[in-house]
């Protein structure tokens, strides 16, 4: 059998790395060769069962001191150390909680249930108008919020009593149970199942939020919408979210907005597009034409001879930038020529007039310059037959 090699040149750090040097190391090594990550692959099973002997001995204080002052043999029994080397009574959670984080999408590593952490962020929604977006405005939502309750400051128990260590846990809200695989053996984390991760257990609840500590209550918060927003975007408001843990602060909440469709108006980015139908004497002559926008009605000047769809520009009749609103997008409109419809005899008459006077488009279908051949009927067979006939 092939001599063990070094266990600080199995995890690549010197004989004077710190803890932290060892278990980043060790972490990155295990991410690295972890048998989930290689499944079959027998050199990859190798290495990884090799970087956690490694991390078992060097991790440990007093293992550390024995393996610097014998080598392996103070592990296997031929020297002067302790001997007989096992992963029993080791405490690998909170790698192990860092490496399957990652694998499985948490990426952030695990907090001690005894510190301060920040409360859950909640998430809500509110429907507002096109005007209420581009300009902005101020809201009022209702919420049912969580708050400490008074009679047990939060700890859930009985006033008078206190909640106890969890002795499943010890009070560290995790559990590590170990399991033979054919990868060896694997230690696991998971959160424990008598405290729900508290770490404490309370046995005679407080009446008043039943052992919850927390006391639940409709409040009305208020909104602040920013001139700019856009449909699918949020408003924090600090601190209006679930209450934090063990004196954290409290989380967030996120409201959503949701833009009510605008009869004439449409957004992109920065930009309002709309239409604004014209006549057709002041597509033809030119004049004066009231815009919609969302400042109200504004006069535009249509040039002489305008033709339909002409798509003009309103500068800074837009919405404003969420960064400063005194900057604004502009607003596009699309001229549409409206043809008349239920025109009196004496306006047809007029129109014919026009007509004679700009080309007579409406003669051209007749005798004369630019009329067409009519297409010749095509003969059927008792047509042909008749022909026939008539010869004889």
């Not at 128990?157 to 909640?163: E, L």
């Not at 833009?259 to 139908?277: E, G, W």
């Not at 404003?320 to 020529?337: A, I, M």
Request: aromatic residues 8%.
């Amino acid at each position: 059998m092939a001599d063990k090699r070094d266990y600080y040149e199995v995890l690549g750090v010197s004989k004077t790395a710190s803890d932290d040097e060892i278990k980043k190391a060790f972490r990155a090594m295990a991410k690295k060769y972890h048998p989930d990550m290689h499944p079959g692959d027998k050199e990859a099973e190798e290495k990884f069962k090799e970087a956690q002997e490694a991390y078992a001995v060097l991790s440990d204080a007093e293992k550390r001191r024995q393996y610097d002052q014998f080598g392996h043999a103070a592990f296997d029994g031929t020297g002067g150390g302790a001997g007989g080397f096992d992963f029993s009574g080791m405490d690998m959670g909170d790698i192990f909680g860092d490496i399957f984080g990652d694998f499985f999408g948490g990426g952030s590593r695990r907090r001690t249930n005894d510190g301060p952490m920040k409360g859950q962020n909640l998430r809500t929604s509110i429907r507002i108008t096109f005007e209420e977006a581009v300009f902005g405005c101020e809201k009022e939502i209702e919420m049912v919020l969580k708050d400490e309750c008074k009679t047990c400051h939060g700890n859930g128990a009985k006033p008078g009593t206190s909640p106890e260590t969890c002795p499943k846990c010890g009070g560290k809200g995790k559990v590590v149970f170990t399991q033979q695989s054919f990868f060896g053996t694997v230690q696991n984390v998971q959160s424990c199942p008598d405290c729900n991760g508290t770490g404490k257990i309370v046995k005679e609840k407080c009446p008043d939020c039943r052992g919850t500590g927390y006391i639940a209550s409709k409040k009305k918060i208020k909104v602040s919408i920013p001139a700019g927003i856009d449909n699918g975007q949020s408003v924090r408001i600090r601190e209006k979210g679930e209450p934090g843990v063990n004196g954290g602060p409290r989380g967030d909440l996120l409201v959503e907005v949701v833009v009510s469709r605008h009869p004439q108006f449409q957004r992109q980015d920065m930009n309002i597009y709309s239409t604004a139908p014209i006549s057709y004497a002041q597509a033809a002559l030119g004049g004066e034409i009231r815009i919609s926008t969302v400042d109200g009605d504004v006069l535009y000047e249509v040039k002489p001879g305008t033709q339909t769809d002409t798509r003009i520009r309103l500068k800074g009749k837009g919405v404003p930038s969420l960064r400063n609103k005194s900057v604004r997008g502009d607003q596009y409109v699309t001229l549409v020529v409206q043809v008349p419809t239920g025109l009196s005899s004496e306006a047809k008459e007029a129109l014919r007039k026009f007509d004679e006077l700009t080309g007579g488009s409406l003669n051209k279908g007749g005798s004369g310059e630019g009329t067409a051949e009519k297409p010749k009927k095509k003969k059927g067979f008792m047509d042909k037959m008749k022909e026939a006939l008539d010869d004889i």
